[in-house]
């Protein structure tokens, strides 16, 4: 059964897409099987895995996109994902085992737009067809926007376990309180279906520091994180291994580059200005790996 994790933090601009991205990459290319669900309605996951011209092409026609699993008569999920998603400039497969359920802007219509026409919350649907596919996975990663509404609900639901991106400021650290506050709002509200679908209870694994600029002092940001994390684990509200991860992933233009290109940092590793920040994202996958009682795997 696949590893499910949520990254998310109800600040934005944290670097989130980054860290999934690469971190599915990563465990790609270590030979794992790795599905990507993009909840988040900018798309961004989706637009780096498969490039800007790609992911236009895909929108001709709207069942190709998660939105469409919630929409009665619309997909089954396993009929969503685009396979083995990370493609060359001439269109062939970069990377194996690599698989992407995409979204594109309609996303946010399942908020306020689309009828619920099951008996049941779009969570425990999602569930359900999810369960069709995940056995075929080693790891599900979701991409959740920064807020706490359906489409980043039906993730949580799913999750055994949350990665939290920050970055070393007051903003992050305060999007990581109120993140744990709607946790223990959500298990609350669905203790019935958890019960009934058997589904795990999700636990914050840990928090990962992004975007440190090469010569910054960040301890002052770190310390009140340490502090509050540490409150959180004496009030029970997380558990006792998680933890603030050590591996920093280093401030980048070469991001931006990636992203343009359609590729992970851990295929761009060989260029030496890419070399750096890709191993602060395979040091971070190893980190992943121990905490969640996988193999560890010494090198990409």
Same mark, same amino acid.
């Given at each position: 059964?696949?590893? %499910?994790?949520?990254?998310? !933090?109800?600040?934005?601009?944290? #670097? =989130?897409?980054?860290?999934?991205?690469?971190?599915?990459?990563?465990? /790609?290319?270590? #030979?794992?099987?790795?599905?990507?669900?993009?909840?988040? $309605?900018?798309?961004?996951?989706?637009?780096?895995?498969?490039?800007?011209?790609?992911?236009?092409?895909?929108?001709?026609?709207?069942?190709?996109?998660?939105?469409?699993?919630? %929409?009665?008569?619309?997909?089954?999920?396993?009929?969503?994902?685009?396979?083995?998603?990370?493609?060359? /400039?001439?269109?062939?497969?970069?990377? =194996?085992?690599?698989?992407?359920?995409? $979204? !594109?802007?309609?996303?946010?219509?399942?908020?306020?737009?689309?009828?619920?026409?099951?008996?049941?919350?779009?969570?425990?649907?999602?569930?359900?067809?999810? =369960?069709?596919?995940?056995?075929?996975?080693?790891?599900?990663?979701?991409?959740?926007?920064?807020?706490?509404?359906?489409?980043?609900?039906? /993730?949580?639901?799913?999750?055994?376990?949350?990665?939290?991106?920050?970055?070393?400021?007051?903003?992050?650290?305060?999007?990581?309180?109120?993140l744990i506050d709607k946790l223990e709002g959500f298990r609350k509200q669905t203790e019935r279906w958890r019960t009934e679908l058997s589904a795990p209870d999700p636990q914050i694994l840990g928090i990962s520091i992004g975007a440190v600029k090469a010569g910054s002092n960040i301890d002052v940001p770190l310390e009140r994180f340490k502090a509050q994390l540490e409150r959180f684990i004496a009030? #029970? %509200?997380?558990?006792?291994?998680?933890?603030?991860?050590?591996?920093?992933?280093?401030?980048?233009?070469?991001?931006?580059?990636?992203?343009?290109?359609?590729?992970?940092?851990?295929?761009?590793?060989?260029?030496?200005?890419?070399?750096?920040?890709?191993?602060?994202?395979? %040091?971070?996958?190893?980190?992943?790996?121990?905490?969640? #009682?996988?193999?560890?795997?010494?090198?990409?």
């Amino acid at each position: 059964m696949a590893n %499910k994790i949520s990254f998310l !933090n109800l600040k934005g601009g944290v #670097g =989130k897409t980054s860290l999934l991205v690469n971190v599915a990459s990563c465990l /790609a290319y270590m #030979g794992k099987r790795v599905l990507v669900v993009d909840f988040d $309605a900018q798309s961004n996951s989706s637009i780096w895995l498969m490039r800007l011209d790609r992911w236009n092409a895909l929108n001709s026609d709207p069942e190709n996109f998660v939105l469409s699993v919630f %929409k009665e008569g619309g997909s089954e999920l396993r009929n969503c994902i685009q396979k083995d998603i990370v493609r060359d /400039a001439e269109g062939e497969i970069a990377l =194996k085992g690599l698989d992407l359920v995409p $979204a !594109n802007f309609r996303l946010m219509d399942l908020e306020h737009e689309v009828p619920n026409p099951w008996e049941k919350p779009f969570y425990a649907h999602f569930f359900e067809e999810l =369960k069709e596919v995940e056995n075929d996975y080693d790891y599900i990663f979701f991409d959740c926007p920064p807020s706490f509404f359906r489409a980043p609900q039906c /993730a949580i639901f799913c999750s055994d376990h949350l990665i939290v991106p920050a970055n070393p400021d007051a903003l992050s650290i305060i999007g990581f309180h109120l993140l744990i506050d709607k946790l223990e709002g959500f298990r609350k509200q669905t203790e019935r279906w958890r019960t009934e679908l058997s589904a795990p209870d999700p636990q914050i694994l840990g928090i990962s520091i992004g975007a440190v600029k090469a010569g910054s002092n960040i301890d002052v940001p770190l310390e009140r994180f340490k502090a509050q994390l540490e409150r959180f684990i004496a009030q #029970g %509200k997380v558990p006792k291994k998680a933890c603030i991860f050590p591996e920093q992933i280093r401030h980048s233009v070469t991001v931006g580059r990636a992203v343009m290109q359609g590729m992970p940092l851990v295929l761009m590793s060989k260029r030496e200005a890419s070399m750096p920040v890709a191993e602060d994202y395979i %040091k971070t996958t190893q980190r992943i790996l121990s905490l969640i #009682g996988s193999e560890v795997i010494s090198a990409v």
